[in-house]
């Protein structure tokens, strides 16, 4: 293959190479949730970096559009790891489908890319993106007669922050459930699980009538709403990040889902996360990271409710067993140095809460199956049958 020469190099981190024979190849930020530093190109070799931004320490998330490179094979270079188990999230279609480059010239650090033909623009992603725009979408679909959206704040950046209820409006509830995601905005697989639990009660079937009828469900599907639309990491971001901030309350967003609990009085809470970007011990199974036993409201309805989780998943699998024990591995006080986690607040503050916990949910890999938005999207229909189990006493 010929040897690309270089002519232009880093303007602001985004790069414009000529090649020898005069086409150029561009990579930006210019897609959605957009996230890249280019450092440099050497021979078909392109070196990159997440733009941590705020972030302390490093983190993995990136999204970079490459064009011009059709016909070629690149490798793209990263100082950490930084590809997922199942490799980059490609889509040539500017967003509209994404698929998995899958696992052959994948290494942590790097993979490797052949441009087809007609390649001229493809968006290349760590994880499947989740926007605004692709709420509003889903939002779009659901029948209105239960499916009300609110603004639960207004973000740092004066943008409306959106919220829904799913209920009918004639029905005094007795059940109330509350589900938050993306309190790390990068953290995206959460998303398609929350479209999945709202999927599974707003389902023309005997579980989705019963939830209507007798369970209101409140959706919050954007803590970290600034970040989750600019493409930050949002892990880790300092002073401390948006699932640390239940102490100081920097963001307008944690502090309205404490006073909606207040509001709501929800008997389940969850908070729906991604782990880290692989390793089978901790971050490609789905669980629940345990909450500290001395505070845990109530733990055999919390313990029921996981038994429960197991025996409705679908999807994705997951098992009891699974579950990280508090003090264990990651799972500590230590861990929460920083201040109070969203659930730590909620076990000692929202009363009536019986069920409050956490679901990691893999980027790629859940026990050997495929993370993406369909089978992430299914689990979510189990753990809304869950739901309906739980409180029809099954
Ligand atoms: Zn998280």
């Known amino acids: 293959m010929k040897k690309l020469v270089l002519i232009i190099l880093l303007f602001a981190g985004i790069l414009g190479v000529h090649t020898a024979y005069g086409r150029q190849i561009r990579i930006d930020t210019k897609l959605p949730a957009g996230n890249i530093i280019v450092e440099k190109m050497i021979g078909d070799t392109v070196y990159v970096k997440p733009d941590l931004r705020d972030t302390e320490g490093d983190w993995f998330y990136w999204a970079m559009r490459v064009r011009g490179a059709q016909g070629k094979t690149l490798t793209f270079k990263f100082p950490h790891a930084c590809v997922g188990v199942r490799g980059a999230v490609v889509s040539k279609d500017h967003g509209k489908t994404f698929f998995f480059a899958g696992n052959e010239n ?64 004639d029905v005094d509830y007795k059940h109330r459930v509350v589900i938050s995601a993306r309190h790390h905005c990068s953290e ?30 409140s959706l919050v599907p954007f803590i970290d709403y600034d970040g989750a639309q600019r493409g930050d990491q949002g892990k880790n971001r300092k002073p401390h990040d948006h699932n640390r901030d239940y102490t100081d ?91 109070l986690s969203s659930l730590q607040w909620a076990r000692l503050n929202a009363s009536g809460a019986k069920v409050c916990c956490c ?25 809304a049958a869950a739901i309906a189990d739980y409180f029809r006493g099954n």
């Open 106 to 169: 994948r290494y942590w650090y790097s993979f490797t890319f052949t441009f087809g033909p007609k390649d001229r623009d493809v968006f290349f992603y760590e994880c499947h993106p989740y926007l605004l725009a692709d709420w509003e979408r889903f939002a779009k679909s659901l029948d209105k007669n239960y499916f009300r959206e609110d603004v639960l704040c207004l973000s740092k950046e004066g943008k409306k922050v959106p919220f829904a209820t799913i209920a009918s409006q």
């Open 188 to 217: 995206t697989i959460a998303s398609f699980v929350m479209e999945g639990i709202a999927k599974g009660f707003m389902a023309n079937d005997d579980t989705g009538r019963w939830l209507r009828d007798n369970v209101e469900l």
């Open 249 to 339: 309350f920097l963001y307008p967003e944690t502090k309205a889902l404490t006073e909606l609990w207040m509001d709501k009085k929800p008997e389940i809470i969850l908070d729906l996360h991604c782990p880290w970007i692989y390793g089978e011990l901790n971050n490609e199974h789905v669980y629940s990271p345990l909450g500290d036993p001395t505070i845990t409201p109530d733990a055999k309805a919390e313990d029921r409710f996981f038994h429960l989780v197991e025996a409705e998943a679908k999807g994705l699998p997951y098992k009891v067993s699974g579950n990280i024990p508090f003090g264990t591995n990651w799972n500590t006080n230590q861990n929460y140095a920083q201040g």
């Open 359 to 383: 679901f990691e949910i893999p980027f790629a890999n859940a026990s050997g199956t495929e993370v993406n938005p369909e089978s992430a999207r299914e689990f979510g229909e189990g753990l």
